[in-house]
């Protein structure tokens, strides 16, 4: 069974840790591909199970030591689109969670 949680992509009950980011998607040149796209990206250099219907890009090269982690381009037209867009929102509310959480913190410290 596959799942998009806001911490990576769960799979036959194992979890591939990932983080997403949204934006728009230009090609070499600079022109605009899509306005709107979520880049899934891998964590610790963990490498994505396939998934039909996704295509994993890495253009690490052992040859020259350039590693990179695993990444996910996902567009709109795509049919896990609303799924990943909600993993991806999840993402974005449990960081400003956690980032409003520091700041309290923060702001108590200094009136001590």
Do not use: H
């Not at 998607?25 to 880049?39: D, E, F, L, M």
């Not at 250099?45 to 030591?65: A, H, R, V």
């Not at 590693?67 to 909600?86: A, G, H, Q």
Request: aromatic share 12%.
């Amino acid at each position: 069974m596959l799942k998009f949680m806001y911490n990576g992509i769960k799979l036959d009950g194992k979890l591939y840790k990932a983080s997403y980011g949204k934006g728009e998607y230009r090609n070499v040149n600079g022109s605009i591909i899509a306005q709107t796209g979520i880049t899934i990206y891998a964590r610790d250099y963990i490498s994505f199970p396939k998934i039909e219907g996704l295509t994993i890009k890495n253009e690490s090269d052992s040859m020259t030591d350039y590693f990179e982690t695993d990444r996910i381009y996902v567009l709109p037209s795509n049919k896990y689109w609303n799924e990943i867009n909600l993993a991806w929102e999840k993402q974005e509310e449990k960081m400003r969670i956690s980032s409003e959480k520091r700041k309290a913190k923060r702001e108590e410290k200094r009136r001590k």
